[in-house]
């Protein structure tokens, strides 16, 4: 996985316990024999995906990468909010440094039907800028070691687009 492929070191911490950080590909939530709903393609059929997603316009192409990061989120929040039955979602972030990340944190938030109506899910999205500098990427993660407890902790939402200032 991208882990051991990129990032060697920070393998035993993505395996030290069911609490260790995940890493999910979205690809992988959209797979070609299944079909999710509001999918760029649900009316063709299933066998000629493959064949659909190598001819897809550039907006069916940012659709369709948005509903996979959808699913993926929406799966591992979904199984994250299971610990009691009618738990709330509280907090979801989403770090990354493609829009698709924030368009469907959006979309998450969006459709995010709460068990008795009752639920005030806050959402943090910041929208990094691509192909950093080592220097501007050590700089980066030791800013959001800094940020991400006050991410955590605002009682609000946060949309943080940083890919525009590169």
Request: hydrophobic fraction near 35%; aromatic fraction near 10%.
């Amino acid at each position: 996985d991208c882990v051991d492929r990129f990032a060697p070191g920070l393998g035993p911490l993505f395996r030290r316990s069911c609490r260790a950080p995940r890493v999910v590909y979205a690809r992988e939530a959209l797979r070609p024999n299944r079909r999710r709903a509001g999918q760029v393609m649900d009316l063709r059929p299933v066998r000629n995906r493959m064949q659909d997603l190598a001819t897809l316009t550039p907006e069916e192409f940012d659709e369709e990468q948005t509903m996979a990061k959808y699913a993926a989120m929406k799966s591992e929040v979904s199984s994250f909010y299971s610990q009691y039955p009618g738990q709330s979602w509280k907090n979801v972030l989403s770090f990354g440094d493609m829009p698709y990340e924030h368009r469907a944190l959006q979309e998450l938030s969006f459709r995010r039907e709460a068990p008795g109506g009752r639920e005030r899910l806050r959402t943090k999205s910041v929208v990094l800028p691509r192909a950093p500098a080592v220097t501007e990427l050590t700089l980066r993660l030791q800013f959001e070691k800094l940020l991400l407890p006050a991410f955590v902790r605002l009682d609000g939402d946060i949309s943080l687009p940083l890919d525009v200032f590169g």
